[in-house]
């Protein structure tokens, strides 16, 4: 199932760096937006106190993470496995030129739903299996925030946008 996860990522990256095709443009005098898509992802570190396999045993954190959904620690179970999460948008660095369209697609793939916010717009819910189409305002060069609000505070992105020559 790792694999998986990671060839799914490794797949939506690959797809986000790629220029948008023709075939999206929405009239032929006004060029098609770039479209950037950005999945929601969490990393999971698993691991245990008792250890498992080559692995060697690692005791539970005594510290705490930050609150805001973002981060989570899971105490060890009857097994002595424990986890900790980090949900997180990839890409989450994104560039743009000054006036260039540019959409953001955001893809529910991991957690059931977040509150996507962009810029100073109002959050949007996105489920996962769905997808969420936010156009960037890049009229002016500067940077342009994006988070979802359920899972600070590591689920954070931006859109840098760079004045044009």
Do not use: K, Y
């Amino acid at each position: 199932m790792h694999h998986t996860i990671r060839r799914a990522a490794i797949a939506l990256l690959c797809a986000a760096s790629m220029p948008a095709s023709t075939a999206n443009a929405e009239s032929p005098a006004t060029p098609a937006p770039r479209i950037v898509h950005v999945a929601t992802v969490h990393l999971d570190g698993n691991t245990g106190i008792r250890g498992s396999g080559g692995h060697p045993p690692e005791a539970f954190p005594e510290s705490t993470l930050p609150a805001g959904g973002g981060l989570a620690l899971t105490p060890p179970g009857e097994d002595g496995a424990w986890r900790v999460r980090m949900f997180a948008f990839v890409p989450s660095e994104i560039v743009a030129v000054q006036g260039e369209r540019l959409r953001l697609v955001f893809v529910g793939v991991q957690g059931p739903s977040h509150r996507i916010r962009v810029g100073d717009g109002e959050p949007q819910r996105l489920l996962r299996g769905a997808t969420l189409a936010v156009d960037v305002d890049t009229s002016r060069p500067g940077r342009i925030d994006f988070e979802s609000i359920d899972r600070a505070p590591s689920m954070r992105g931006s859109v840098l946008v760079v004045a044009a020559d």
